[in-house]
């Protein structure tokens, strides 16, 4: 047995009062990271680097909140912190068009762990510590807590809870420790996948089983969501910020961005299940998967006037399928590895030449051989990473949808 982490989103229930407070927890969240980000950038001004992690911390240890406590102020300044390095390392890596945080936000989820979080699992509550605060007399008294009621069983072995706000209701983000077996695929068969944009994941094996999942339909919620976005925002650009109508379209707009949310959350979630389920199936031990990781870098010099394919690059979710495909195979036993893609997709398998592939097609200019272009760029991956010597791809593809 092992211990993974699950993570939940439930509603919550509260009293009127409980739910100003929680407003006003992602209030003083939101300025304690903009108080952080202003005195960084401050300081960059005038000496030309960054602030230190320990004096990042201090600042949002000593500014003053009214609900929040010193462990939400420290998650915050972690969370800076983290963003920083992770842009910083980005910026190593070439992508010069990274920018540090410099936005300023009007909200921002706090977020407790286990130390300051009293569940009531008969009652389903949660109780949530506040800052403390010092009486009449001088003596410091620990805050009224935030009472959080739920619909639902909370689960046990509860880690972290992160307050988010959606579609004028607040929900709980709870992280959990639970037990599964822990599993282990002894085969030789071994797989690689093939992210693309239209077809999400193209899958072979060397037995030479080919899959491909499409993934048309998360495709087609984004173009519904990028024309109703642009309708809305046209409308209210003609409209005075803060008026009724404005306000109404701004509804609207967030009420769109939410639900097509989670409608690709769910999507992505069942094409990563279906190809699971294609693995196990297979007896599959390893996975390699090709890393398109800054695929979307430089798109603008790259494809000048052609604004809708550096759209779809840019809100292409390759990241989140690859984490999803590795907490998934994982938890199946089957290990999954990362490795370059590049040129994958034009070397052709028979005669190796270099070939820049057409459409869905793949035509060798050298030896005359026709595959599938996607079939093509999984096959080279698995080609590169495997001993042995694989059978040229053929036609017999298996298919899946996602809806």
């Known amino acids: 047995m092992k211990l993974i982490y699950n993570t939940i989103k439930l509603k919550i229930s509260c009293n009127k009062s409980d739910f100003k407070r929680l407003e006003q927890c992602n209030k003083e969240s939101a300025h304690i990271w903009n108080l952080c980000v202003s005195k960084n950038n401050e300081y960059y001004q005038n000496n030309k680097k960054l602030l230190s992690i320990k004096e990042i911390r201090n600042i949002a240890k000593q500014e003053k909140t009214n609900i929040i406590c010193a462990f939400n102020k420290q998650t915050i300044a972690n969370k800076l912190i983290e963003?920083?390095?992770?842009?910083?390392?980005?910026?190593?890596?070439?992508?010069?068009?990274?920018?540090y945080p410099y936005k300023i936000k009007n909200y921002y989820p706090t977020e407790w762990n286990y130390n300051f979080l009293f569940p009531d699992y008969k009652n389903n509550l949660i109780l949530l510590t506040t800052t403390r605060y010092i009486d009449?007399?001088?003596?410091?008294r620990n805050g009224k807590q935030i009472k959080l009621k739920f619909k639902t069983s909370i689960?046990?072995?509860?880690?972290?809870?992160?307050?988010?706000?959606?579609?004028?209701?607040?929900?709980?983000?709870?992280?959990?420790?639970?037990?599964?077996?822990?599993?282990q695929v002894n085969t030789q068969n071994m797989a690689s996948i093939d992210l693309g944009e239209i077809h999400s994941i193209v899958s072979v094996d060397n037995n030479n089983n080919q899959l491909i999942i499409t993934g048309r339909k998360i495709r087609s919620i984004k173009?519904?969501?990028?024309?109703?976005?642009?309708?809305?925002?046209?409308?209210?650009?003609?409209?005075?910020k803060g008026s009724r109508q404005y306000k109404k379209y701004q509804k609207a707009l967030n009420y769109i961005k939410n639900k097509t949310k989670?409608?690709?959350?769910?999507?992505?979630h069942k094409l990563?299940?279906?190809?699971?389920?294609?693995?196990?199936?297979?007896?599959?031990?390893v996975v390699y998967i090709g890393d398109v990781t800054g695929i979307e870098q430089n798109t603008k010099e790259n494809h000048i006037g052609n604004s809708n394919i550096r759209q779809k690059i840019s809100q292409w979710n390759y990241g989140k399928i690859i984490n999803l495909l590795q907490y998934k195979l994982n938890l199946e036993g089957i290990r999954v590895k990362l490795v370059n893609e590049q040129y994958s997709s034009q070397i052709c398998p028979n005669c190796f030449n270099l070939n820049k592939p057409i459409k869905r097609n793949y035509n060798c200019n050298n030896c005359n051989s026709k595959f599938h272009r996607?079939?093509?760029?999984?096959?080279?991956?698995?080609?590169?990473?495997?001993?042995n010597k694989l059978e040229l791809p053929n036609n017999k593809i298996k298919y899946l949808r996602i809806s």
């Not at 963003?83 to 920018?99: H, L, M, T, V």
């Not at 009449?136 to 410091?140: F, G, I």
């Not at 173009?223 to 005075?240: G, I, P, V």
Request: charged fraction near 30%.
């Open 374 to 387: 996607d079939i093509v760029g999984a096959w080279n991956i698995l080609n590169f990473n495997y001993d």
């Open 155 to 183: 689960p046990q072995n509860i880690k972290t809870l992160k307050l988010i706000y959606e579609n004028n209701c607040y929900y709980a983000c709870i992280s959990y420790l639970v037990e599964v077996e822990e599993k």
């Open 262 to 268: 989670q409608q690709i959350h769910y999507y992505l």
């Open 136 to 140: 009449e007399k001088d003596k410091k």
């Open 272 to 285: 990563t299940r279906l190809y699971t389920n294609w693995a196990i199936e297979k007896g599959i031990s």
């Open 83 to 99: 963003a920083y390095k992770a842009i910083s390392k980005a910026r190593k890596a070439g992508r010069i068009d990274e920018k």
């Open 223 to 240: 173009q519904f969501r990028n024309k109703k976005l642009a309708e809305l925002k046209s409308k209210m650009a003609n409209c005075k």
